[in-house]
């Protein structure tokens, strides 16, 4: 027997979020666009859209409200920790491109910090492609004029990271919160990081086959039969993604609350 687990309603959630999350909607993106598990980041190019950044924000702030009346909600998508930094009033640092954009961390950020510069002919700005075009902005007045030295590459890499994963999308963010703060008081989430943000929108990403076990009931005739630890035996061979489908039919929810399946379990008994 399945646990229906918000029913029409978290079907409606799921609808809604697949498609303003679908970076083909053109709202959102991911840096490393052919791959499917990239973190999602607000479009630069979405600002003539803001009303969208709203209701999303709303749909998040809903989600939040129910997960904390006992009823979760999650988003069925995965943030660039910038962007949830910029929701709770943190500090982007260069850092996060380490986990929101690592090739371009790799390429360009790290290999800045830990490289001789001097002779790179960095200035401070940066190029931007836009519709078959090549633009460049200045991070700084006159930036263009101003070699990257040595000395000064750590703040251009901050000058970088602002103007990559902040400046470019502010209208986008400062929407969202907004839509977000019209039902969740913003300060009450100003006590999380980015980590623990995503944990309460997303609940867990991965499945624990023992977990999972530990905190099921059987009923009826089979709790003597060959046949339930034959399930558990097919189950331990699950990749994470069949996992996922295992949790969506039994509970109605492929995400995992905070504190782990056995939070879930006490959801479906009440």
Same mark, same amino acid.
């Given at each position: 027997?399945?646990?229906?687990?918000? %029913? #029409?309603? /978290?079907?409606?959630?799921?609808?809604?979020?697949? $498609? =303003? @999350?679908? &970076? *083909?909607? %053109? #709202?959102? /993106?991911?840096?490393?666009?052919?791959?499917?598990? $990239? =973190? @999602?980041? &607000? *479009?630069?190019?979405?600002?003539?859209?803001?009303?969208?950044?709203?209701?999303?924000?709303? @749909?998040?702030?809903?989600?939040?409200?129910?997960?904390?009346?006992?009823?979760?909600?999650?988003?069925?998508?995965?943030?660039?920790?910038?962007?949830?930094?910029?929701?709770?009033?943190?500090?982007?640092?260069?850092?996060?491109?380490?986990?929101?954009?690592?090739?371009?961390?790799?390429?360009?950020?790290?290999?800045?910090?830990?490289?001789?510069?001097?002779?790179?002919?960095?200035?401070?700005?940066?190029?931007?492609?836009?519709?078959?075009?090549?633009?460049?902005?200045?991070?700084?007045?006159?930036?263009?004029?101003?070699?990257?030295?040595?000395?000064?590459?750590?703040?251009?890499?901050?000058?970088?990271?602002?103007?990559?994963?902040?400046?470019?999308?502010?209208?986008?963010?400062?929407?969202?919160?907004?839509?977000?703060?019209?039902?969740?008081?913003?300060?009450?989430?100003?006590?999380?990081?980015?980590?623990?943000?995503?944990?309460?929108?997303?609940?867990?990403?991965?499945?624990?086959?023992?977990?999972?076990?530990?905190?099921?009931?059987?009923?009826?005739?089979?709790?003597?039969?060959?046949?339930?630890?034959?399930?558990?035996?097919?189950?331990?061979?699950?990749?994470?993604?069949?996992?996922?489908?295992?949790?969506?039919?039994?509970?109605?929810?492929?995400?995992?609350?905070?504190?782990?399946?056995?939070?879930?379990?006490?959801?479906?008994?009440?």
């Amino acid at each position: 027997r399945g646990i229906d687990w918000g %029913g #029409l309603g /978290r079907e409606l959630f799921v609808l809604l979020f697949d $498609a =303003l @999350l679908d &970076p *083909s909607e %053109g #709202l959102f /993106r991911r840096f490393k666009k052919d791959d499917p598990q $990239a =973190l @999602l980041h &607000p *479009s630069s190019a979405a600002k003539d859209r803001l009303k969208w950044f709203d209701f999303a924000g709303r @749909l998040v702030g809903k989600c939040l409200y129910e997960t904390c009346k006992g009823n979760p909600r999650y988003v069925k998508a995965r943030f660039t920790r910038s962007f949830l930094a910029q929701l709770v009033s943190l500090r982007v640092t260069c850092k996060h491109f380490e986990s929101d954009d690592p090739e371009f961390y790799v390429t360009k950020i790290k290999y800045v910090k830990e490289n001789d510069v001097d002779d790179l002919e960095l200035v401070f700005a940066e190029d931007v492609y836009a519709d078959g075009k090549l633009e460049t902005f200045p991070l700084k007045p006159n930036g263009e004029e101003i070699a990257v030295t040595n000395e000064n590459k750590l703040e251009y890499l901050d000058l970088v990271t602002q103007f990559r994963l902040v400046d470019q999308v502010r209208s986008q963010v400062e929407a969202f919160v907004r839509g977000l703060g019209e039902i969740v008081p913003i300060d009450l989430l100003s006590v999380f990081d980015e980590n623990e943000l995503e944990l309460l929108m997303c609940g867990a990403s991965e499945y624990n086959v023992k977990d999972l076990k530990s905190n099921s009931r059987v009923e009826g005739n089979w709790a003597s039969e060959n046949v339930v630890e034959w399930f558990w035996s097919a189950v331990g061979s699950f990749t994470q993604e069949e996992l996922a489908q295992l949790l969506q039919f039994t509970t109605g929810s492929s995400q995992i609350p905070p504190g782990g399946v056995a939070k879930l379990s006490q959801i479906g008994r009440a």
